[in-house]
């Protein structure tokens, strides 16, 4: 690991909060891809990733994870096949109880904001295990790093980067500096993440067609031309929407615009 220096504010971190600040709500899909990119190069991490997670109750018992899940995955880059497929077969195997160590250090601290680092919660025996070889080391990933924001007792707000073929395989005492000062004060940021992945209060997590419908759903674009825009007709963008607002249990689209007006 790198000697640890004094951290400096990095007044890129002001821009960064000025431009995230300007994004509207019907652009929040941008918004996060802007903050993979944004972070990703205050840290040099060569790839980078928003993850949701939610806790069911119903299997805290005997639960390694207690109860943490997956609850959904954001497409801030190109995710080939193969990839797609790993982080599917990583869901299985929890399902089925084969949950890595690594995962479980993971969450240990769940309920607290926190920046994990890969390399710092397992032995160096653990980048030569089944596991690292199966869902890393075919990227070429040398060390991962996680910021997480608790968003109430049962959904936590994830972004990770990972560093390939980096000059210095490690993230350190630096990249964790820049992620909790950058992060911290961005709660109200990853509410509106989550909740556009319905996350926070849907009764079930919205697809890709149901997301793409609602960010239009969330501007001042009339209900026709949001079908013009999408190539649908009105009546299915209406379809959608009920189908939108019965998940998040409001009704209509001014129920969903008062969700994200708070």
Known sequence: ??????YAFDPRIQRFWDDLAAFEVARTDDAVKHTVATLSELIEAERGFWLGS?????????????????????????????????????????EKGQIDPSLVENVRNAGHFRVN????????????SEFYRRFFANDGVQDMIYVVTPLGTD???WFGFQRIGHTDPHFGEREREVLATAMRPLRWFNERIALQYGLRVASKPLTPAE???????????????????????????????????????????AGLMALWLG
């Open 54 to 94: 939610v806790r069911l109750g119903d299997r805290v018992a005997g639960d390694p994870l207690s109860g943490w899940r997956p609850g959904a995955i954001s497409e801030t880059y190109p995710l080939d096949p193969n990839e797609l497929n790993r982080f599917r077969e990583q869901c299985q195997r929890i």
């Open 117 to 128: 680092i890969k390399h710092e919660l397992v032995s160096p025996e653990w980048f030569e």
């Open 211 to 253: 997301r793409r419908i609602l960010n239009a759903l969330l501007s001042d674009r009339t209900e026709q031309a949001v079908a013009d825009d999408l190539g649908l007709t009105p009546a299915t963008v209406h379809t959608y929407c009920s189908r939108i607002a019965r998940k998040f249990n409001v009704r209509g689209r």
């Open 155 to 157: 959904v936590e707000s």
């Open 1 to 6: 690991m790198r000697a640890q220096q004094e």
